[in-house]
């Protein structure tokens, strides 16, 4: 069966850097693009970019250009989320999701929490 | 505006339909698809295309698709049902993920 696990809990200072891992098993790896998504607390999903897992491009939203990188380990089936320069307001829990044929994200981690504090 | 815009909250008593809506431009040239979110968990695919559903979703969730409208409609709510839905669509590119601010539901 498909799944996408997620790496655990982060609890980083403010200018520290942080990566969350994202790997997939029960599918082909580099068949579907893996999406992130962030919750901040008490509020809405909001999508960071994506990554096409058979070139390794990324592709991310507006908000989330700088400090934010995506990346692969096909040998291990594994995406990457680093955050560098976090701050306070980084503080939420970050998702890797898998994007199907027609859009949709039919797969998703259980998230990862990612909190910024001093 | 790739916007999408969803009512805050819905409210439905036990056994009731509900239908959600979610509005934006982009619509029109985009499927939407939408998630259901229980409180400390991961969303969850429940409606896609113009009305699929994933396998293990039950079939009181149904969707369509007009114009700049989709709705996602829960026939005979449940009280698992109790949830936050969220849609989503691209922007007008086609390159980016959008997601509506979502709904939260209430099983009275």
């Known amino acids: 069966q498909v799944q996408l696990v997620q790496s655990g809990s982060e609890l980083k200072k403010p200018g520290a850097s942080v990566t969350v891992s994202c790997k997939a098993s029960?599918?082909?790896?580099?068949?579907?693009?893996l999406t992130w998504v962030r919750q901040a607390p008490g509020q809405g999903l909001e999508s960071m970019g994506w990554?096409?897992?058979?070139?390794?491009?990324?592709t991310y939203d507006q908000d989330f250009t700088g400090r934010f990188v995506f990346s692969l380990d096909t040998s291990v089936r594994t995406a990457y989320l680093q955050i560098t320069g976090l701050t306070p307001g980084d503080t939420a829990v970050y998702y890797c999701?898998?994007?199907?044929?027609?859009?949709?994200?039919?797969?998703w981690g259980q998230g990862t929490q990612v909190t910024v504090s001093s | 505006s790739s916007d999408l815009t969803q009512d805050p909250v819905e409210s439905v008593a036990l056994g009731q339909t509900v239908r959600l809506t979610c509005l934006g431009d982009?619509?029109?040239?985009?499927?939407a698809s939408w998630y259901q979110q229980r409180p400390g968990q991961a969303p969850v695919l429940v409606l896609y295309?113009?009305?699929r559903r994933p396998s293990g979703i039950p079939d009181r969730f149904s969707g369509s698709t007009s114009g700049n409208t989709a709705s996602l409609t829960i026939t005979g709510a449940q009280a698992e049902d109790e949830a936050d839905y969220y849609c989503?669509?691209?922007?007008?590119?086609?390159?980016?993920?959008?997601f509506g601010p979502g709904t939260k539901v209430s099983v009275l």
């Open positions: 295309g113009q009305n």
């Open positions: 029960g599918y082909t790896f580099t068949t579907y693009y």
């Open positions: 989503k669509s691209r922007d007008f590119s086609g390159h980016h993920h959008v």
């Open positions: 999701a898998r994007e199907g044929v027609l859009g949709q994200l039919d797969y």
């Open positions: 982009s619509l029109r040239k985009y499927a």
């Open positions: 990554i096409n897992t058979n070139t390794g491009n990324p």
